[in-house]
């Protein structure tokens, strides 16, 4: 048959050698009187996936070219892997890194991170998935606004907290392009970034030591909580760098953030070093933090 056909485990079931094995747990339905299995339970997936799989199996490829769903999919993926069938595997992981992940399926798309997670077969897939949902967040909830309407559209609320615990990593890097005129005349602040539930920005302008008068540019990480009311420690290890011909960067600091305190780091490097055309730090007229 075309299931024996598919894979080891159906071949294996299927033939007059089976002997089925009573007991509670047999996912068995039924055999035929010489023995062999006519009927089999599969429970524990999604219906969608076990149609569309089998369906494709026996050569009816229509639905399996029309699915989108990421959970679907993911629960494909553990069919094969569970019953050893090779052939879709590489038509349905393609179908997965190339679907285009939206604010309607994000959700979607992790909890297939989840059913992923545990088939070590799969692991490069897993981390392709999660990294593109983390990249899609990042880019798509940087504000409060565009967070808390997606909240707000969001009824799977046990899936929605394990899903932000891994969409702001704790590794984070921030870019900031400034305008060197800008710079020189007001302080200015980057887009803020949302990680581990907080908005975190980039400050940065020119100041003046108050012992020698000396010039510098400052550059502080900027921490900000939306609830004002809630008391709130926050501790952290950053560094900052000034990317041009050469690489000026920061020692690495330990800064903690308060509800009182939320601006950390500090000088960074000498005004005459950043204006310094043999440093380059200066490129068409902008610094890049």
Same mark, same amino acid.
């Given at each position: 048959?075309?299931?024996?056909?598919?894979?080891?485990?159906? @071949?294996?079931?299927?033939? @007059?050698?089976?002997?089925?094995?009573?007991?509670?747990?047999?996912?068995?339905?039924?055999?035929?009187?010489?023995?062999?299995?006519?009927?089999?339970?599969?429970?524990?997936?999604?219906?969608?996936?076990?149609?569309?799989?089998?369906?494709?199996?026996?050569?009816?490829?229509?639905?399996?070219?029309?699915?989108?769903?990421?959970?679907?999919? &993911?629960?494909?993926?553990?069919?094969?892997?569970?019953?050893?069938?090779?052939?879709?595997?590489?038509?349905?992981?393609?179908?997965?890194?190339?679907?285009?992940?939206?604010?309607?399926?994000?959700?979607?798309?992790?909890? &297939?991170?989840?059913?992923?997670?545990?088939?070590?077969?799969?692991?490069?897939?897993?981390?392709?998935?999660?990294?593109?949902?983390?990249?899609? &967040?990042?880019?798509?909830?940087?504000?409060?606004?565009?967070?808390?309407?997606?909240?707000?559209?969001?009824?799977?609320?046990?899936?929605?907290?394990?899903?932000?615990?891994?969409?702001?990593?704790?590794?984070?890097?921030?870019?900031? @392009?400034?305008?060197?005129?800008?710079?020189?005349?007001?302080?200015?602040?980057?887009?803020?970034?949302?990680?581990?539930?907080?908005?975190?920005?980039?400050?940065?302008?020119?100041?003046?030591?108050?012992?020698?008068?000396?010039?510098?540019? &400052?550059?502080?990480?900027?921490?900000?909580?939306?609830?004002?009311?809630?008391?709130?420690?926050?501790?952290?290890?950053?560094?900052?760098?000034?990317?041009?011909?050469?690489?000026?960067?920061?020692?690495?600091?330990?800064?903690?953030?308060?509800?009182?305190?939320?601006?950390?780091?500090?000088?960074?490097?000498?005004?005459?070093?950043?204006?310094?055309?043999?440093?380059?730090?200066? @490129?068409?007229?902008?610094?890049?933090?």
């Amino acid at each position: 048959s075309v299931l024996e056909n598919s894979s080891t485990y159906f @071949k294996s079931m299927f033939s @007059k050698n089976w002997k089925k094995i009573r007991n509670s747990t047999s996912n068995i339905d039924s055999e035929n009187k010489q023995g062999q299995v006519t009927e089999l339970k599969i429970t524990g997936y999604n219906a969608e996936a076990v149609k569309i799989l089998f369906e494709y199996v026996a050569g009816y490829g229509v639905m399996m070219d029309n699915v989108d769903n990421f959970e679907v999919l &993911a629960d494909m993926i553990r069919l094969c892997d569970f019953y050893g069938i090779q052939k879709p595997v590489p038509l349905i992981s393609h179908k997965i890194s190339t679907i285009k992940l939206s604010m309607t399926n994000l959700l979607s798309c992790k909890r &297939a991170c989840q059913v992923l997670q545990n088939l070590e077969k799969f692991t490069m897939l897993t981390k392709n998935l999660e990294d593109r949902c983390n990249t899609f &967040a990042r880019a798509n909830l940087a504000s409060w606004q565009s967070l808390v309407t997606f909240i707000a559209d969001s009824t799977d609320l046990t899936t929605l907290n394990q899903v932000f615990s891994s969409f702001w990593e704790d590794n984070v890097n921030m870019r900031f @392009k400034v305008e060197f005129e800008s710079i020189t005349r007001k302080n200015l602040t980057s887009p803020s970034l949302v990680c581990s539930n907080f908005l975190w920005s980039i400050y940065t302008g020119k100041g003046v030591s108050y012992s020698n008068k000396e010039e510098f540019l &400052a550059v502080f990480l900027k921490c900000e909580s939306e609830d004002k009311s809630q008391e709130w420690t926050y501790k952290i290890e950053s560094s900052s760098c000034l990317i041009g011909v050469q690489t000026h960067e920061d020692p690495k600091r330990i800064s903690t953030y308060n509800k009182y305190e939320f601006l950390g780091v500090g000088k960074i490097i000498a005004w005459k070093d950043l204006i310094d055309p043999e440093k380059g730090y200066i @490129k068409d007229g902008s610094i890049h933090i």
